[in-house]
């Protein structure tokens, strides 16, 4: 059975993204982002974005305590 992930057109990822829409739109141009052609329509899976947004989070250092001497 295939399983179809929700797709999502650019503005609702700039939304998501909290973006404008340029920004979805260059990571479509850069091919940094997986997207699917629906005709002339571009659409791009929810799962891609889930996926961009793991890859691209920085986990905060651990936090160094100053010895006062």
Same mark, same amino acid.
């Given at each position: 059975? $295939?399983?179809v992930d929700r797709l999502l057109t650019v503005?609702? $990822?700039a %939304? /998501? /993204?909290g973006t404008t829409v340029r920004f979805p739109r260059r990571l479509i141009e850069e091919r940094r982002v997986e997207y699917v052609k629906v005709g002339r329509h571009v659409r791009i899976p929810e799962r891609a974005i $889930? %996926?961009?947004i793991e890859a691209n989070t920085v986990a905060p250092s651990a936090r160094r305590l100053r010895s006062v001497a």
């Open positions: 059975m $295939v399983t503005d609702q $990822v %939304e /998501l /993204l $889930v %996926e961009f």
